[in-house]
Structures are given as structure tokens and as C-alpha cells.
């Protein structure tokens, strides 16, 4: 199974997308937990992606292979990540932020938390505080979760905060934030709540609408 799991990760560095349908489906059924599949076969393949394309050695084409390859191994192992018969804890508004198209964090805790129970609303990727203000009033979620991987784009969690109190909705949804470049300090000063992954948002925001 270990051996499984590994060439999962390969695959998904390979940007294989076939391969990691398969090696998905296999790992489960030798009897791997999802959340083993995600962590040591997804994401460890995800991170590896990562560190190559930081050092220029992959490129945007061959990240975005690897990324359809992880969202296919992601969809197979979603309904397994669900917690038997939770009962609906509150919904969850999720964006990534305007001019930003990276998806793969974002649809992982909004995966994890529909499993724990959330409803989700996904608005998709790139979408601008107006957007994000509008869907708030017209889905009135106990959550809001912004995504941002870009140092360039985190600028509009703050821009969403500010449209949110601007329209009197701030005491009315708890923000969640969460990317790369954001850190627990950025959270505090914008007025919301940082987790660094999906495991912990769901802990988060289990204690927002405990609140
Ligand atoms: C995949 C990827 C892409 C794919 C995205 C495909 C997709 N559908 O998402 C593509 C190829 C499109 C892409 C494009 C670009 N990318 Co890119 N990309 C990545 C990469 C390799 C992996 C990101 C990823 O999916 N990780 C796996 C997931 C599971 O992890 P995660 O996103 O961090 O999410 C976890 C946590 O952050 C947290 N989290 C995330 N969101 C949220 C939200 C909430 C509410 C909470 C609570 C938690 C939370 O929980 C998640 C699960 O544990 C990163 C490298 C890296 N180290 O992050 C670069 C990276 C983010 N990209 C980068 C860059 C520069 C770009 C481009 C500008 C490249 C270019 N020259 O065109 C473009 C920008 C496009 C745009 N406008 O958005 C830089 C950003 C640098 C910076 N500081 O701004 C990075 C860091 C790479 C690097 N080292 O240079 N990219």
C-alpha cells in the first residue's frame, strides 16, 4: 500500500492524471484512509511540485497538469473524508480573492469542512470584495474563507474586511483566511482569523460559530 501511496505521489509530480485516477482508487481500495491518501500521496506529490517550481525547474503548464492530477485523486477520496452523519453546523461562503486563480487550498478545507459538516457555497477563484459583499447578503453564512497564494493578492482579504464593515456585515460573518503568503499576524491586523490547513480551519471554524 506504502508503495501505492508513493507512486501516487509521483504521479502527481509527473502531472500524470490518468495514473493518479488509478493510484487513487487502488490506494483505497488496499484500504488506505483518505486522509492518508491526501497527506502522504496528494499533498506530499503537491508539495515536491512546489519546491521544482520554485527552483525553476517545473514551469506554469506542468504545475497546472500536476494540479488537475491532484483535483482528480482530491474528487475520488471527497466523500470519504465526510464524518458519517454529521448534522449542517452553519454555512461557509469560500473565494479565492480577486486576481487570483490558485484553487487546489481552497477546495481541500472547503472539502474538509463539508465533511465536517459546513454547507458550502464556493464562489470559485478570483473573485473581488463586491462580489464576496453581494454573496454574503445573499447567502447569509455564519463564515466567510478567503484564499490568496499570491503576495499580490492578499491585499484584497483586507479590501473584503473593509467592503464587509462599510455594509454593516463584519459583526454578522466570521472571516477566515488562509494562503501561503498569509500569516497569523496579517489575520490580526485585518480582523480575521488565520489557519494554515484544512485540518486546523475546521477546528477554526468550529470555535467561530461556537463563539
Ligand atoms: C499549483 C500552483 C499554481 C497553479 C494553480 C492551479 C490551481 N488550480 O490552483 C498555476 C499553474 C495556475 C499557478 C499560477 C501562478 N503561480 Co502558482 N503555485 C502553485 C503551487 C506550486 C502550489 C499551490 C498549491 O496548490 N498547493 C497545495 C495546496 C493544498 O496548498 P495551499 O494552497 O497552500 O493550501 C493550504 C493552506 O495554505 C491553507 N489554505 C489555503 N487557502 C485557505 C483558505 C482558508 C479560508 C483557510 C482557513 C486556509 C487556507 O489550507 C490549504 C490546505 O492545507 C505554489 C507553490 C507553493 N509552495 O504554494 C505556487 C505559487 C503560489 N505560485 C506562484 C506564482 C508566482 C504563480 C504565477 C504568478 C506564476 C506565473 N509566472 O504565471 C501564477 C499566478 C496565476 C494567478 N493569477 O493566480 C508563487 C507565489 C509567490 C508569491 N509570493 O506571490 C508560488 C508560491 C510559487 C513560488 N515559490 O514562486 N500556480
Redesign the pocket.
Known sequence: MNNTIMQLSEAIIDGNIMEAKILTQKALDMGATAKQILDEGL?NG??E???L??DGE?F??E??V???A??TGMEIIKPFLKEGDVEKKGKCV?A?VK????????K??AM?MEGAGYEIVDLG??VSPEQLVDAVKEHEPELL?????????MAYMNDTVKALEENGLLDKVGV???????SPKYASEINA?????????VE??NSLISL
Open positions: 499533498m503537491m508539495n511540485v512546489g519546491e517550481f520554485r517545473l506554469v503548464p504545475v497546472l500536476a494540479s488537475k491532484m483535483d469560500f479565492t486576481g487570483d486563480l490558485h484553487d487546489i487550498g481552497k481541500l478545507v474538509m477563484v478570483d474563507g478567503m484564499s490568496a497564494m499570491l503576495t499580490t493578492t477566515m483566511i488562509g494562503g501561503a503568503p498569509v482569523k488565520y489557519s494554515a490547513d484544512a485540518s486546523s480551519a477554526l471554524a
